[in-house]
Every structure is written in C-alpha cells, then in structure tokens.
C-alpha cells in the first residue's frame, strides 16, 4: 500500500510538470478561451476594481480566479516591463487597449456619460441591446478609426453572445449607474485625456488641490450629486447646445457642492488666492464635482486660448456683483473692514444675518436686490445662515494679490480700530 502510494505521488509530480499552465502564450491561450478576448479577461476577471491597473497582488488574486495555476511571480516579469510596480490592459494587449480608449474617448467628448450616449448615439433605451451592424453604424458616426468588429469582441463580456448592452460599454460606467451615481465615460480615459493635454494626472496635487479637497471632504462638504444635462429644448448632437448646457451645468453643480460660484472659487478652485486656475487644478475640482461633460472644450470656451481661466470667466454675473459692491463699499470706507465695522455690523454683534445684512444695505443706498445677491455669494459654505468679518473676503476676488492687504485693511497709517484686523486674511 505504501509503495502504491509514492507511485500515484510521483505520477502527480510528473502530470503538474507536463500539463501546467506556466508561459504568457498559454496565459493568453486560456483567457481567450474563458472570456473571448483579453480585454474581456481584462475587464470581467483581471481588473475587479476597475482602476485600469493591476499592482501584483491583484494580480495574483486575478490570476486565480481565471484558474491559472503557473508561476505568477514569471508572468508579472514578463508583462511589468517598465518595473513601474503595476500593469495595465496596454501592457496585455496594446491594440485592444487602443481600440476601447478611442472609443471611450469619443463618446466622452461628444456625450459625456454613458446615458446620453446610449440614447442619442445609439438610439436606445436603458434595456435596448446593440449588435455588430448597430455599433458599426455608431462608430461611423463618431469617425472611429479602428476596426469596429473586433471592437465588438473586446466589449463582448463573454463568447457566444451576439448582443452588447448598457452595462458592457465600460465596467466603470457599470459600478456608477449600479450605485445610483451619474455613469460619466472613463475615468481611466479622462485621466489620459489630461496627460495627453499635458497635465498632471488628476490626483496629483496641485497647489494644494488635493489639501483643499480633504479639508473641504471633513467639513462634510464633499460632491453631493451629479447633475445631468440640462435639457431644456437642447439637442446632445448640437455642438452649440452642448457647449452651453455644459457651462450651465459647472456652475450649476458649483452651486450644489459649495453653496455658490463664489464659494467654490474661494474655498477649492483658488484657495491660494493666485487670481487664476491652470487646466491641471481645473481638471481636479471638475473630476471632484463629478461634472460630466467635454472638460477639453469648456476649458477652451472658459479661456479662450489663455492658460488659465478667472472667476470671472467661469461665473460673470457673479462677479461683476462683487465688483460693484467692493467698489461701493470702498468709496465709503476706504477697506472692506472698515466698511464691516462701521457700515455693516453697526450694533458690532459680530455676526449678520439677511434680515440685518439688508438693513445696513439699505442704509447705505444699496438696493434689497443686490444685498440679497451678495449675501449669498459671501456665505462661505452651504448651510451657512448669516455673515461674520472673514466672509468679506469674498469681496477680493478679482483683487490683484499685491492690491489685497490695502483693499483689506487700508493703506498704512489709515486710522483703523485693532478689532478691524479680525478676519482678515492672513495670507491672500
């Protein structure tokens, strides 16, 4: 009996040895046989949580559910060319990495999330179904430059089928409608889309973005919602509609994470009180905000060939009210905490509510109108109910960073009383 026993164990030894699985072609061989193709195997069994990239735990662990049984530490060197510690579907397959990106990236730009697209690019409703010919006659129109068919298979989730639904277009876009969110196209695209541009990825933090962002997250300030499009007799294939939906859209969904235009300016977008945003900051409060339209073209609108944009250009109206009533208010005190001290909070409560705000406006001349306008552009957070001495600060937006200190506080030697230098700021 012992001797049948070392016999069967030596014929396992010499069984795993001549049929393991253990070289990338029989790595590709089986995913091709599982899932079709390997942007399929990619996609439904490799990449779990979507991210676009593998480090080599996740690897393992993809390694095992698609049933490899090789050694995995041999594979990762083979694909990690780079040594950059993660690979991604590029690095499994390069062509049909190209193929998905492109037409990823085409939808975002002309629809922007995967709803719009699945009704006004493909003509169908959430539960429609898109064959071979439907989705050759959409890249037609989208002017794709690979080849439509074997599109048709990286997108196809499993073989056998002959239909691709909503939920096969982009996994990411999945998990966000699965969640209830906004499905806005690739993250993973948006992201290249930002390199290509020459920027900094999205989370990388720049001049403080990401700081701001968290600061803002623990003050329980985080994005709120999505907005869709607006669809107020706008068409998604007019170019001119879209542009203007969009832009109605970034400040719409300013006002529904910071309270105001004004607020996201001062709190997220400039908090260094630079006077200007670049594209790389731009794209991370727009990916924060989860605005889904063509970053690429309202930077463009926003701009208009410049390399960076103003609160001014985002928000106008906004800003020409906080200029008339900076203005006002400096022709009557000279600096914006004079004007707190001595025409706003007269009863020197430290604190203003709107019913008080508008009173010491309409006691200076200024129309209920534009008090109530300013009052809420200065109200620095949503929720806030009145105004303290900082939320002035407001006001020096547009201001030029050395203009900031006199506009604020008054020239030196200016007669001020010492509780005139509460709130203001300390480094604008």
């Given amino acids: 009996?012992?001797?049948?026993?070392?016999e069967f164990k030596k014929a396992c030894r010499a069984d795993v040895k001549e049929h393991q699985l253990d070289t990338p072609e029989q790595f590709e061989d089986l995913c091709l046989r599982k899932f079709g193709s390997m942007a399929a195997a990619w996609r439904t069994c490799l990449d779990a949580d979507g991210n676009g990239k593998l480090t080599f735990g996740e690897f393992c662990k993809g390694l095992r559910r698609l049933g490899y049984a090789g050694e995995f530490k041999e594979l990762w060197k083979h694909y990690d060319c780079d040594?950059?510690?993660?690979?991604?579907?590029?690095e499994l397959d390069k062509p049909a990495h190209e193929r998905i990106n492109s037409f990823l990236t085409l939808l975002n730009e002309k629809y922007g999330d995967l709803d719009t697209a699945w009704k006004f690019g493909f003509g169908k409703d959430t539960h429609g179904s898109l064959d071979r010919a439907e989705l050759r006659e959409a890249?037609?129109?989208?002017?794709?430059?690979?080849?439509?068919?074997?599109?048709?298979?990286?997108?196809?989730?499993?073989?056998?089928?002959?239909l691709l639904t909503i939920w096969d277009i982009d996994p990411e876009c999945t998990r966000q409608r699965a969640r209830g969110h906004k499905a806005v196209i690739g993250g993973s695209v948006a992201k290249e889309r930002a390199a290509s541009l020459g920027v900094p990825a999205l989370s990388q933090d720049l001049g403080a973005g990401t700081a701001a962002s968290s600061s803002f997250a623990s003050r329980g300030g985080g994005s709120k919602t999505s907005s869709t499009l607006p669809t107020g007799g706008g068409n998604p294939n007019n170019p001119g509609d879209v542009a203007h939906a969009h832009r109605k859209q970034l400040k719409n969904l300013l006002k529904v994470n910071y309270g105001s235009t004004a607020a996201a300016w001062r709190n997220e977008i400039d908090p260094r009180w630079q006077g200007s945003v670049h594209l790389g900051k731009f794209l991370i409060v727009m990916e924060h905000i989860q605005f889904?339209?063509?970053?690429?073209?309202?930077?463009?609108?926003?701009?208009?060939?410049?390399?960076?944009?103003?609160f001014a250009d985002i928000d106008p109206e906004a800003y020409k009210v906080l200029v008339k009533f900076r203005l006002k208010m400096l022709e009557k005190f000279g600096c914006l905490s004079k004007a707190w001290q001595e025409g706003l909070d007269v009863d020197r409560l430290g604190r203003l509510d709107f019913s008080e705000f508008s009173a010491s406006c309409e006691a200076l001349e200024i129309n209920d109108k534009m008090a109530k306008r300013v009052f809420q552009l200065m109200l620095a957070r949503p929720g806030q109910r009145s105004l303290v001495c900082e939320d002035l600060q407001m006001l020096l937006?547009?201001?030029?960073?050395?203009?900031?200190?006199?506009?604020?506080?008054?020239?030196p030697g200016d007669a001020a009383d010492?509780?005139?230098a509460d709130g203001a700021p300390s480094s604008p």
């Fill in 1 to 6: 009996e012992a001797s049948h026993r070392d």
């Fill in 83 to 90: 040594k950059n510690g993660h690979i991604s579907l590029m």
């Fill in 139 to 162: 890249c037609k129109a989208l002017a794709y430059p690979h080849d439509t068919d074997q599109l048709f298979v990286d997108l196809m989730p499993m073989p056998g089928r002959l």
């Fill in 292 to 310: 889904n339209g063509n970053v690429k073209k309202l930077w463009e609108e926003l701009t208009e060939g410049r390399p960076s944009a103003t």
């Fill in 397 to 411: 937006i547009g201001v030029a960073t050395e203009h900031m200190a006199i506009v604020w506080a008054g020239a």
């Fill in 418 to 420: 010492d509780d005139g």
